[in-house]
């Protein structure tokens, strides 16, 4: 009796492979399972992603309020749609540079207008700050209606490949823009970033004085001696949240000395490989920032006309370090590029001679 | 016992495993509960002398906040950082 019975299951597992077999090689089942399954998983992200979209605006009104802006909502809805950049023509290179930097200093000044508009007159920092957080929630909502885009745009052609490719890249996706709502507390109470080791070593070579003048529109001088050779330390004004002009303060301080200058040295955060430790010190060759390419050319530039060297040290950390309140190992790694810079300092520039120290990131929370 | 049944039974314990194993890893790796605080490190620009306290509302590096107890030079904030502390 068993053996017959046994058999009759054989024969029902035979007829059931098979038709599991038709079904996985000759139809479109299995992908659209598969759609169902991945655009559920990207739907759920998503209400995570308007969770941090709303935690954000709620932040930001409840700063702007605290500042005495009326109707925060209402500012904040003004910004996020708008002021976008359309970048200029790539297909004729020439004057490219001059371009980008036009276009990204008329956005700039716009958004200075309308943050100053319902500001009023406030410390440079708090604008710079504002002007930050109006920012931030601008990228998350961004990153929610492009990620929506996606899904709906996968739905509505039954690409299953494109869903896939979202539901794959979510939990990155997610954690990015958890950093971006993170940031805003730091942003909001004046605490160093991740992305301000650059900034933060500059300080340090300064001695924490006070900057001997502001030497382009929210970018800081500093003058200081270092065993015997004379350091011009350049960084953007702090304590709000600020990035300044470094390459355009580069070019200004060496002009102004006609090019006599031993050595460049700029000193950024740069984005890890998932392999590096976070915290590494690395040095090499080169203008260390994430520019789109006016401040970064004015770097080069100035530097191959006078046949100066450049240097670059950078701290290496994730987007999500980059963009929370420093770490203590972050500030530990900054401790190590400051004695970096002080040895290429010592090693490379003869004594009398003279060195620029460019700390380039965001100044937020370091004067 | 039919060897088809075993075979059944042994693919569907392997299923369960195949499913179970991954989530038990995960939640073997938890890591252990943490708790944060910021503080700053205060330092004199004169004679280095260094401490560390929480961070109070308004400090920012290079803010001037008294002299020091050795030397009289001016004492800054160095720097401020999230430090952890294992909970519990």
């Known amino acids: ?22 079904i996985m090689n000759f139809t479109d089942i299995p992908q659209r399972i598969q759609l169902q399954r991945y655009s559920s998983f990207v739907r759920r992200k998503i209400y995570q992603l308007e ?31 708008n002021f976008f950049l359309i970048r200029p023509v790539e297909l004729e290179p020439i004057d490219i540079i001059r371009r980008y930097k036009h276009l990204i200093r008329t956005r700039e000044s716009s958004v200075r207008d309308y943050v100053r508009a319902v500001l009023g007159k406030v410390e440079r920092s708090v604008q710079y700050s504002v002007e930050t957080v109006l920012e931030v929630v ?6 929610n209606k492009l990620v929506r885009h996606y899904l709906e745009l996968g739905l509505k052609y039954n690409n299953w490949i494109l869903v896939m490719q979202l539901a794959i890249q979510m939990p990155e996706i997610v954690e990015l823009t958890k950093a971006y709502a993170n940031s805003l507390n730091a942003f909001t109470s004046g605490v160093p970033i991740g992305d301000s080791v650059g900034p933060l070593v500059a300080k340090m070579i300064s001695n924490w004085s006070e900057p001997l003048r502001e030497i382009v529109e929210g970018t800081d001088l500093y003058e200081v001696e270092v065993d015997g050779r004379k350091v011009y330390v350049i960084k953007a004004s702090g304590p709000g949240s600020n990035v300044g002009w470094p390459g355009e303060a580069l ?54 006309k006078y046949s100066i060297p450049l240097d670059a040290v950078v701290v290496k950390m994730s987007e999500v370090e980059a963009l929370s309140p420093l770490s203590r190992k972050l500030y530990e790694a900054a401790v190590r590029a400051y004695e970096e810079v002080l040895r290429i300092i010592r090693e490379k520039v003869r004594v009398g001679g003279r060195v620029v120290v460019v700390g380039v990131g965001n100044t937020v929370g370091v004067r | ?4 049944l075993t075979a059944l039974l042994i693919l569907s314990v392997l299923l369960v495993l195949t499913t179970l194993i991954p989530w038990i890893m995960a939640s073997a790796r938890k890591p252990k509960p943490t ?8 330092r004199c620009v004169k004679c280095g002398y260094e401490e ?37």
């Open chain 1, 51 to 81: 969770e941090l979209e709303v935690d954000a605006r709620r932040k930001a009104v409840s700063y702007m309020s605290s500042l005495g802006i009326s109707e925060p909502a209402k500012v904040l809805e003004g910004f996020v749609n």
């Open chain 1, 138 to 143: 601008g990228v998350i909502r961004l990153i």
């Open chain 1, 251 to 304: 070019e200004r301080v060496v002009e102004e000395v006609g090019g006599n200058v031993d050595r460049i040295i700029t000193v950024d955060a740069a984005l890890k490989l998932e392999s590096e430790e976070s915290g590494e010190v690395a040095y090499g060759t080169g203008a260390a920032i994430g520019d789109i390419g006016p401040e970064k050319i004015a770097m080069e530039r100035v530097a191959s």
């Open chain 2, 1 to 4: 016992m039919d060897p088809l």
């Open chain 1, 1 to 22: 009796m068993l053996v017959e019975g046994a058999n009759n299951i054989v024969s029902y597992l035979i007829v059931l492979l098979f038709l599991a077999s038709f």
């Open chain 2, 35 to 42: 708790r944060e605080e910021l503080v700053s490190v205060l």
């Open chain 2, 52 to 88: 560390v306290r929480r961070y109070d509302k308004g400090d920012y590096v290079g803010k001037p906040v008294g002299s020091c107890p050795r030397d009289g030079g001016q004492v800054v904030v160095k720097a401020i950082y999230v430090e952890t502390f294992p909970q519990g």
